[in-house]
């Protein structure tokens, strides 16, 4: 259940960054990688908020 959750919150702030940021990558691989970690890691921090919150 705690995988969904991060994969759904990871989501939901790759979705949300791209609504408040235009992006341009200069670097496509670099600028995807650390694209992609940041909203994992944001993600996963995100769900362990949500289930501290609910436990």
């Not at 991060?6 to 960054?17: M, S």
């Amino acid at each position: 259940m705690a995988t969904v959750l991060v994969i759904v919150c990871t989501i939901i702030v790759w979705i949300l960054y791209h609504k408040l940021f235009h992006v341009t990558y200069f670097d496509l691989g670099n600028g995807c990688l650390m694209e992609v970690m940041g909203c994992v890691f944001v993600g996963f921090l995100l769900s362990v908020f949500i289930s501290q919150l609910f436990s």
